[in-house]
Nanobody, 120 residues
Framework: QVRLVESGGGLVQPGGSLRLSCTSS????????MGWFRQTPGKEREFVAT????????RYADSVKGRFTISRDNDRNMVYLQMTKLKPEDTGVYYC?????????????WGQGTQVIVSS
């Protein structure tokens, strides 16, 4: 069973930036498409971004295109989400998981996520 660990969240002002990190036990993450999701109270968890196993094919939700960048470093068993120009509506708990490129499903148990709060 894969244990997912997210980190890097925090409290930032609108327009600020954060970089989220995702890793897992073992190195299976290096061979899989991975994605980021987010959830706020009262809303369903939603797709944010995905990246192919080799790191060459990223996909983004329309709401974050041009502001977020997903990347990975397979040598370090890491997936990142660089978030810039943050907006209050980006607030939520961010999770990573194995997923197809469209972010429609996920395979492994969810980690605890990392909380992002964008507020003035």
């Amino acid at each position: 069973q894969v244990r997912l660990v997210e980190s890097g969240g925090g409290l930032v002002q609108p327009g600020g930036s954060l970089r989220l990190s995702c890793t897992s036990s073992g190195r299976t993450i290096n061979r899989n498409v991975m994605g980021w999701f987010r959830q706020t109270p009262g809303k369903e968890r939603e797709f944010v971004a995905t990246i192919s196993a080799g790191g060459s094919v990223p996909r983004y939700a329309d709401s974050v295109k041009g502001r977020f960048t997903i990347s990975r470093d397979n040598d370090r068993n890491m997936v990142y989400l660089q978030m810039t120009k943050l907006k209050p509506e980006d607030t939520g708990v961010y999770y990573c998981n194995r997923t197809p490129l469209d972010g429609s499903t996920w395979t492994w148990d969810w980690g605890q996520g990392t909380q992002v709060i964008v507020s003035s």
